[in-house]
Structure formats: structure tokens, C-alpha cells
């Protein structure tokens, strides 16, 4: 099971802010101005945790929580 915790402190690493604004409601737009770097965060957040998302998964991802609720329930298990 991955743990949520885990996926924030990896997405506040990545972009290199603390964790603090890393609120569950903070849009991803806010905190990544570029959208390359926005899809290399997820790139590496499924590779770090064996997750497996595909673009319908993240239509809907808007904000923080979004993303880490789709890491968390797409992890792959073998």
C-alpha cells in the first residue's frame, strides 16, 4: 500500500518547496508553471511507486490531493 505521506514529501522534493505548500487543495498549476514538469512529476511518481496511470486518470487531477489520491489507488500489484 502506498502511503500517501510518502507521495507528498516525493512531490515537494521534486519541485523543491516544502511540504508546507503542498496543501491538499493547492492546483498543481500554481505550484508547476510549466506542464512538462508537471508530466515529468508524474513520470516519476509512477515509476518511484510502481503506480500505472493513464490520461483518462488525470483529467480530473486539479489539485494535490488529486494527484496523490491517483498514485495512491492505481498502484500495480504483482
Not at 510549466?34 to 489539485?63: H, Y
Amino acid at each position: 500500500m502506498i502511503d500517501p505521506q510518502a507521495v507528498r514529501q516525493k512531490i515537494a522534493t521534486f519541485l523543491k518547496v516544502p511540504q508546507t505548500r503542498l496543501e491538499d487543495a493547492a492546483t498543481l498549476t500554481d505550484l508547476v508553471h510549466e506542464s512538462f514538469l508537471l508530466i515529468q512529476l508524474v513520470i516519476e511518481l509512477q515509476e518511484d511507486f510502481n503506480a500505472r496511470l493513464v490520461q483518462e486518470d488525470l483529467k480530473e487531477v486539479k489539485t494535490v490531493q488529486d494527484l496523490i489520491r491517483q498514485i495512491v489507488t492505481h498502484e500495480i500489484t504483482a
